[in-house]
Structures are given as structure tokens and as C-alpha cells.
């Protein structure tokens, strides 16, 4: 072997190198174009053959809300009005904000973990840096996320919206919060669904405690006041209900006369532990991740 | 000449019996253990060789004789249990055409795709895209979604994707041609002057007369290990005579 490395190579012919041992998701931002590409392909191939296409990724979140507004705004009285002054005043847009983010959310990870069963075929056949596909699944959900915050904006906007710029980045920091965990979390179940099938009915019920785990229907407050402050600071520590309260706080709060009050230490503690928790999150992904995919092709 | 590919002494077990839900090896770890969880087989078994620059190999062997297995070590998309593979530049797989493919994508958003999935830049694939659509003979069908391809259109440029990734170290499983007879001469001719071009390559296949052409060395494999390697002509000579 020595005396190869004293020869003249070009460019393209570098050290010898174990193949098939990537350096995870950083290979991820190499194949920028890949990533692109598998994208593209998730977008123009989801809605093939249907007619209203795209149209759905705007009927579904509206029929959501819709249902969750009759039932919870005004059968289970959340919403404020004259006659239930104890509600959340323009409680449609408090749950809107949150629901679009936690769609995002479930949309992600559930795609995510299904994405190297999904890719069975290639990841057997071809190697590349396996993460693309939990990522690119992650990106996909992003895309059909646009749309649905447009509406929201829409809606803020009518009913009197002006954020601050801090706020802004708030919900910036918030959505940051929400695609990291799906990431992280994506790379282990979609990891571990290649070996054991019951990691997509895991996340699909773990989706739907999220969904109520945070503070998307009601607010933090009623935790506060059924459990407790402990029980609160618990309750914080889910990035999630950090992330959704991040989107109330920029996009329903300015809609209101601004007398609602974040949790307490809302962003000078919890918005940087549920950051730091976001980051940990895809750390511990990625190490799984990692552990696991020596085996992905000979286990699909 | 520098190495391209070294294989050292890599072993790979395969189980027989997968344990697919949770239940069971959840119960296997609560009674410690006993047993094995599934039954394992060696597909390769302490394989060692080398393969210089621009050497056009055969891996030669019966059905399971672990051919595939090994190409798939030197593609990276299977890792050893014991033992290292190491390559040199980029390797590329013509392993099985057009696993990349989507049948509702167009030929044209497909060939991106593929190249870059195969390893090609952006850059490369503009450029070559031309080539690419000439070679497969798709013409004016290169817009139209893959799923109303022909089954040899579809082979057809899968293939000439695959042959235009460029890379240093080709690897070839069971398709050297595909479609009709003169699009098989092309395939046949195409990877020929890849060779003479000094790529190197490592093919499997089971048409012996069409390895003869091709390949100078011969690799025979059995039960997972190297038991010939000579030039194609006395490999071949081997298989035939079991």
C-alpha cells in the first residue's frame, strides 16, 4: 500500500476509502442538488392523479380547524365571547397558529421515520449518505408548510396583526425548534423501522399525544391551573409546546390587546432549553442513526 | 498501476431468519438471551483480493455463491462484519438499471435524478444530457412520464444513465445489455470502450461468452470464497468444468 500513495493522482482519484461509511448529515449538505432533486420528486409525485393536487394541502388543515373550532371554541367554550368572557379572544387564529405547526411537525416525522422503508428499493441497490431521505422528507413537509402559514398571515392581518420583529424571530426560532426534533427523531424511528415495523405505529401514536401535549386546543394556563406550577415547568420542558407557544406568541398574541401572558420565563429560560433539547435531539439522530444503517441493506 | 479496489479478509453473515416484531425480541431479551434470535449463514467468507487501475474483473460463481454480496461491499451499500474494503475515486453500480427510476416522472426529470443518485453533479448531467437522451435512443419521449415507457425503453436509458456517470471503478451486476439485439451490440460496445478507456471494472453475470469478451481476469467464487482467480479464460474454464 505504501507504494501507492507516493504516486501522482488527479483530482478524482484521492486515497483509497472505505466505502459506504459517509459522514452523516454534513454528506447531506454535499448532495445539495440530490437532496433538491428527491424534493422535487416528492412534490410532483404526492398529488399525481388527483384532482384537486395541491388543492389538498390546504383542504385537510381547513377541515381540521374547522372541526376543532366548532367543537372546542364553541361547544367546550374556549372561545371568548360575551357570553363566556373566560375564553381566549380570537381563539380561530390562536388554534390555527398552532395547528399548522404541529401539522408540520406530524407530517415530518411520520414521513421521516417511513422514508428508508420507503427507499428500500435504492438504499439496497445504491449507497448513498442514507440521512437525505429522512432529510429530504423533513424538507417536503417544509414546502407544504409555506402555503398554510401564508393563510395564517392572511388571517392575522384582518384581524388587526403587527408584530414586533422580535416576535418574528421567535417564530422563526420556534419552527427551527419543530423541524430539528422532527429531523432527530425521523433519523432514530426511521431507523429503527427498518428493523422492527412497529416504529411507524409508535410515532403515529406519539403524534397524536402531541398533538395534545402541547398547548394547540387550550392554553398553558389551564395547566397551570389544573396541575400546578411544577407540573407547568414539566409541561415546558416538551420543545414542542415551547415551539407552538413561540407561534402564538408572534402571530395570535399581536391580534389581541396583548394581555395575555407567555409562560413564565418563556424566553430567557425555555426557549433556549427547548433549543438545546432540539440540538441534542438530531445529535442523538444522527449517532443512532449511524449505529443502525451498517445494517440497512441486507435488513430491508 | 495504483490499486483501486483492496479487499482484506472480510467476512459477512447473513441471517436466515428475520425476528421482525418488537414482541420477540423482547421476550428473547427477557429469557436472557438463550438462543440465537435468528440463524446466520457466512455469504463471504475471509475474502481477500486486490484489483488494479484499469483491470476488468469477473466475479464468476453459481447462484448464491455470493457475487452480488461482494459487489455490494465495493459499493459501500453493505459493510463487512470483520475486514476492510477500501476504493479508490469514485465507484458507480449498473446495478440493477434504473433502481432510481419513478415511473411517474418524466424521462427527462428521471435522468437528472438518476445521475445525480449515481453520483453526477449538476453540472455533469447538463452537459452530458444530450448524450445521454441520443444513447438511449428515447428521442421525443424524453418528456413523457416513464410509467408509458416500453420495458426497453425504460432499460434503455436507465442504462445510458448509468453508463454516462463517468466514474473510476464500475461495477456491473447482470446487465451488460438490455433491449434488442442492436441496442445490446451498443451496450456490449459501450462498455468495451469503457475499459479500453481504462475504467476498471468488476462484472457479474452468468453469460460466460460475453464475460469472455470483456473481462481479462477471472474471479471464481464458491460458498462465499475466493477459490480461483486467474485469467478469464482459465476461470471460465473452471466454472464450466463443475
Redesign the interface.
Known sequence: ?TA?SG?P?GP??????????GAGLRDVAR?R??LK??V??EI??RY?GSVLGLLWSYVKPGVQFIVFYIALGIFLGLEQSDRNPDGLPNYAIYLFSGIVLINFFSEALGNASRSIVGNS????????PRELFPVSAIWVSGVHFLPQIVILVVACLFTGWSPSVLQLIVAVVGFLIAALIATGLGLIFGAINVY???AENLVDMLLMVATWASPVLYSWEMVRRQLGDTALSIYMLNPLTVSVETFHYAFWLPTTDQQFELPPGFLPVWLPVALAVALFTVILGQYLFRRLE??F???L | M??AI?IAGIQKR??LR?T???KE?VLWLLKGRKGDLSKTFPALNDVSLTVE?GETVALLGFNGSGKSTLL????????PDTG????????A?L??VG??F?P??SGR?NV??NG???GM??KDIHRQFDSIVDFAEIGEFIDTEVRFYSSGMYLRLAFSVAVHTDP?VFLIDEILAVGDEPFQRKCISKIKELAEAGKTLVVVSHDLDLIAQICRRGIVLEKGRVVHDAPVAEAIAHIRRQ
Do not use: C, W
Request: hydrophobic share 40%.
Open positions: 500500500m501507492v504516486e493522482e478524482a482519484q484521492a486515497e483509497l476509502r472505505v466505502p459506504g461509511r448532495h442538488f440530490l432533486l428527491l422535487d420528486k410532483k409525485v399525481r428499493g435504492l438504499i439496497k441497490k445504491i449507497y448513498l422492527y415495523r412497529d451498517g445494517r441493506a441486507q435488513e | 495504483a490499486l483492496e447473513f441471517a428475520h421482525r416484531s418488537l425480541t487501475e455490494k461491499h465495493i459499493s459501500g451499500v453493505m459493510l476492510t474494503v477500501r476504493t479508490r475515486g469514485r465507484v453500480g446495478i440493477e433502481a432510481g419513478h411517474d416522472l426529470d437528472f435524478l445525480a443518485i449515481l453533479s449538476e473510476n
